[in-house]
């Protein structure tokens, strides 16, 4: 697998599906050269997307709407991306959304649509129309820093930016030239991401904590590539499971979660042991409480236990 940024698999990932839903099908070969990656790397990129599953929960403690046909897209045994013809997100299109989900649609897109900081016409038309079904108006307030108008004109420019910053904890501020590689919004904090001038290691900067900025005279070099957390990345969440379950389960399983092995019981034609890989602790759960009763744990055996707790909280939501 060639080396691939934290910050650009998202992009990498993006664009293999993008293709597949325009053409119904790519081969792996083909997605991974319109990315410039290897097969193999694509085909790990895209591991966890392929086998990801969604859950929709109510506030409250009750149950929400889970979504079992989770799977938007397919990899097939001869490397070919599949879009499936249907699925959960494609429904949301053609049928009115409960209207907890059209809430929940409706405020990320509101919320992303402040963040964005340029005009999106597919994305106002979704917002109109999430509003439309909901039938209330809703507000999502965004504080926007003084100072970040004129970032975002030093990083659109490829200019220096020059600003006045307080660091954490101190009161006076000091002078900085920083070239803005990036200027981004994360968990409502707005970031300028670049090396100072005459640096080489790249810095994040909270625009809320300069005093004043204006454009610099420099321009701004090559753009360091911006190492965002890996979310994307699940290895550290995969949870390695060998079940004996009915044979009638196998499709389920082939469908909705990464089959590693597949072998039938000698004394029951009925039974296949399946070694699997579930990825998150909901996803575990998800799974458990799906299988049948008759499903047995050969590793671990503790998800028995597991899975006679997960029941009994469910049941008593009803009672």
Known sequence: MSAVGRSRRFDVVLAALALAEERGAVS??????ASDVDPDTLRTLLEPVLYLDFRLTARGGRLGREIDESRAFLLTEDDVLVSEQSHWLRDLM??????????????????????AGAQRPDLDRAVARLGDALGATVHVAMDVPPMLAIAREAAREGRTLCFGYVKAGLAESADREVEPHRVFCSWGNWYVYGPEVGGEQPKYFRVDRMTRAELGSGSIGEPTELELPDFFDLSDHAVDLELRVPRSCLRMLEADYRVRDVRGVSDNADLVDVELTAYGEATLDHLLLRLPPEAGFVIPHSLAQRRRDLATGVLALYD
Do not use: K, N, S
Not at 28 to 33: F, G, R, T, V
Not at 95 to 115: F, I, K, N
């Open 28 to 33: 792996l070969a083909d997605a991974a050269a």
């Open 94 to 115: 053609t049928e009115p959304p409960e209207r907890e989900v059209t809430l929940h649609l409706l405020t990320a897109g509101l919320a992303y649509r402040a963040g």
